[in-house]
């Protein structure tokens, strides 16, 4: 059985500081039968808020050296607090003739996919590497492809 | 964590004389926000930890009160002083809120209930070589700075002279250092003043620490007063930090500034940067520019790109050096009152 969803999301990008903030996010999301719908809102809610971290800020760095992560830690493995999320709108579409079908993981693919759009429409330049940090942010609209250094 | 011993001595001259004269046996202990993270990593490994919550009331108080007519307010800041206190102190909120915005944005609330004025200005840096307990990095004794060729993003862009390219973590200390705040230290000798420009250095082995301190050294508490007399209410300062992330991150740079007197065209204007060196630097020639200027959008952008210069960033940090320059002229046009057009 096939599961799908669709996001929008509004971002604001501070063009000097290469900083974005998502603003807002729009969840569609296809849910078959819905068991139970504070559960089945709050799992689209949660998988907005993972995709949002991937868009923005999760990254895994290696040291090229050592072989060794250097930020295997909440401090620089970076994970969005509250001040760092959007608004989010969810809208369960409710299908009882479909059955059961999963709404853990579906809802955190399209997030920052909708995100990287969102930069791509404000900036006219697409980062082509996430997570859109300020760094890749700045080295896009020098027109270097936002892959950074 | 490796064992130690607890001690809590309930005055300052006790707790000096439990302290080594050598770093790394005996670590004080405050808030505890980083201290007790570095053990946990094995980073530090005490056989002694003198804790300070035994110390007085003035130990953590903060003396701020406007004096009668038109003086400079004195402020004296006990170094046990949470961030938080001084965050949401109402009088230095209104005379200085450089130091209390700067004060508000470390780490989260749990970090500001706990960590101190202090531990803020004393604290380990925040390098992720440095602080991984399996890299003998150069400032832990070993040949090599690891992060001079390997990653980093987060590292100086100030880099000349220096072996070790750690950026300082105090948020608090350009503020403090933009208000030519001092420092009163308390060692086996007695008492001594430091000026806070000139507490901080690079650490370059394994003996040596972000400030001059001496091992058996322990401040007391920060000062510092309004220039100016009449001027107290038209004191400028601000405080501008660029962050990836806006709850719990550290800066990627930091800009503060003091304008003595905002009336028209400045003079005296003191600009600090953190994040960007192993100290924090005073950018002179950015602040001395703007001498009998008023502070616009055109001049402050000056001031900026004035105080990027001479950056020497490594691989993979060239984006800073573009972000000091927004953050000065951000936090200039913050401390002058102009409307904030980056939050539209």
Not at chain 2, 97 to 112: F, K, N, S
Not at chain 2, 147 to 164: M, P, S
Not at chain 2, 320 to 344: D, F, I, N, P, S
Request: hydrophobic share 40%; proline share 6%; with cysteine.
């Amino acid at each position: 059985v096939g599961v799908c969803g669709v996001q929008v999301a509004e971002v604001r990008v501070d063009t000097e500081t290469g900083v974005v903030r998502v603003t807002r996010v729009v969840a569609v999301q296809d849910c078959g039968l819905i068991v139970d719908k504070l559960t089945c809102d709050s799992q689209v809610a949660g998988g907005v808020v993972m995709g949002v971290n991937y868009a923005l800020f999760e990254e895994r760095i290696m040291d090229r050296h050592t072989g060794r992560q250097v930020n295997p830690d909440m401090e620089f493995y970076k994970l969005g607090g509250l001040k760092d999320m959007p608004k989010i709108d969810v809208h369960l579409v409710d299908m009882p003739e479909r059955g059961v079908i999963g709404v853990g993981e579906p809802p955190t693919i399209s997030t920052h996919v909708a995100i990287g759009n969102a930069i791509f429409n404000a900036l006219g330049v697409r980062v082509s590497q996430t997570p859109f940090t300020p760094e890749r942010v700045l080295a896009a609209l020098a027109g270097r492809g936002g892959k950074g250094s | 964590m490796k064992n130690f011993v607890y001690y809590r001595p309930s005055t300052a001259k006790d707790a000096v004389a439990l302290l080594a004269d050598r770093w790394g046996s005996t670590e004080l202990l405050a808030g505890g926000t980083d201290l007790l993270d570095l053990q946990k990593e094995y980073v530090a490994q005490p056989e002694k930890v003198i804790s300070l919550s035994g110390l007085g009331k003035d130990f953590r108080e903060i003396k701020a009160i406007p004096p009668p007519g038109t003086q400079p307010m004195p402020v004296t800041i006990g170094a046990g002083a949470t961030l938080d206190e001084i965050a949401e102190h109402p009088m230095l909120k209104r005379a200085y809120p450089a130091l209390t915005t700067a004060a508000g944005m470390v780490g989260g609330p749990q970090i500001r209930n706990m960590g101190t004025l202090g531990g803020n200005l004393g604290q380990r840096n925040r390098c992720w070589y440095f602080r991984d307990e399996h890299v003998n990095c150069l400032i832990k004794g070993g040949k090599h700075c690891f992060a001079l060729d390997g990653e980093n993003r987060y590292h100086a862009i100030f880099t000349q002279g220096h072996k070790c390219v750690i950026v300082n973590p105090s948020t608090l200390a350009p503020v403090l250092i933009a208000l030519n705040a001092s420092v009163e230290v308390l060692g086996p000798k007695g008492k001594r003043t430091v000026e806070l420009a000139k507490f901080f250095k690079a650490p370059a082995g394994p003996n040596e620490r972000e400030h001059v301190l001496a091992p058996d050294e322990l401040i007391l508490s920060v000062s510092f007063a309004g220039k100016v007399p009449g001027q107290l209410w038209r004191f400028g300062s601000a405080s501008y930090e660029v962050r990836h992330k806006q709850s719990y991150d550290w800066p990627l740079v930091q800009a503060a500034v003091a304008i003595p007197h905002l009336d028209g065209k400045v003079q005296d204007v003191r600009i600090v940067l953190g994040h960007v060196a192993p100290t924090p630097i005073v950018a002179e020639r950015a602040a001395k520019m703007l001498d009998g200027q008023e502070i616009t959008e055109a001049t402050a952008a000056a001031a900026g790109e004035t105080a990027a210069e001479g950056a020497k960033p490594l691989s993979q940090n060239g984006y800073k050096v573009k972000l000091v320059a927004v953050a000065v002229k951000r936090a200039l046009l913050t401390a002058a009152g102009h409307k904030k057009y980056w939050e539209a």
